[in-house]
């Protein structure tokens, strides 16, 4: 007798997570694979890959394809059909995805904040005149210049763990690293300093994670979500997408660079009883000293509201720049 199988649910597909293999892009992977399975029940594995931004450590990154470099893979794998969703730090992707991809959402932030990671100084102020301090990142460089121009800026490429491992080896007096990826590995006694963003502003997206996916040719953006759209928006930090849409839409304004020694921060405060998106931005020149520095605020409710701000905290900076200021050749942000 043939049993009755009509009621056994079909099994389903694991859904394919593409990541790069650094120790932090798996622990953001893992991140979300564990939420996806515990909220879904759904199997996710994930597909491992090596980057170019990974292997190209000897050069600047504005010189060999800017921050896509971390991504390009990774989007192959999506369009070839090996995965289904990637997952970024936010600060990563470039302001244009190609044609066909999209930010299906963004998570909850971690610590924004810039991070100082030094054997024998407490901060930034305790460095001695001359100390030598590393980070590859334009936007650091002009607000540290701006901060403290007696100081050796000397550049750091690699993953989290080369740079820990190049400062231990006495190559430098202090790094500068972003919080989050420090906090998210466990390495949060390292930081000596936490930088507050009045002092440092951060990078576009920094400390956020993009979840993103390949929308089918044909299909339309208002088209009703697939199931794994609808679990990957129920991830999603509704702040979180709304702030960091507005950074982004600073630099996507500004020409989309990555080489642009900028920094956008977005941060929700109260005014009487209303939340307000308030975006603070700064640029920098990668040969000149000073910062230009706006601040908007505006009462954000939808992805358009808070690209809208962002394009008018930077009409805010092209006002102020000196000619030629915004053409300047520069390396990664």
Known sequence: MTADTS??????????????ESRLALWQAEHVRDLLQQRFGRTVSLLGMTTQGDQILDRALSKVGGKGLFVKELEVALEAGHADLAVHSLKDVPMELPEGFVLAAVMA?????????????????DLPQGAVVGTSSLRRLTQLRAL????????LRGNLDTRLRKLDEGLY??????????????????????????????????????????QLPGTSPHATPS????????LAHQPTWLATAAERAV?????????????????????????????????GHPEQAGLLS?????????????????????????????????????TSG
């Open 7 to 20: 009621t056994t649910p079909p099994t389903l597909r694991p859904w394919v997570i593409a990541t790069r």
């Open 109 to 125: 932030r971690e610590d924004p904040r810039d991070a100082l990671v030094s054997p024998h100084h407490a901060s930034l102020q």
């Open 148 to 155: 403290r121009p007696d100081l050796r800026i000397e550049p």
């Open 173 to 214: 007096d202090a790094i500068v690293l972003a919080a989050a990826g420090l906090k998210r590995l466990g390495l949060g006694e390292r930081i000596r300093q936490f930088i507050d963003t009045d002092t440092m502003l951060p990078a576009a997206g920094q400390g956020a994670l993009g979840l993103e996916i390949r």
């Open 227 to 234: 199931e794994l759209q609808t679990a990957l928006l129920d």
């Open 251 to 283: 630099s996507r304004a500004l020409g989309g660079s990555c080489s642009m020694p900028l920094a956008a921060f977005g941060d929700w405060q109260t005014y009487a009883g209303q939340d307000v998106l308030r975006l603070r931005v700064r640029l």
């Open 294 to 330: 706006a601040e908007r605020c505006a009462a954000v409710q939808t992805l358009a509201d808070a690209e809208a701000l962002g394009r008018e905290a930077a009409a805010a900076l092209q006002a102020q720049a000196p000619q030629g200021w915004l053409s300047a050749p520069g």
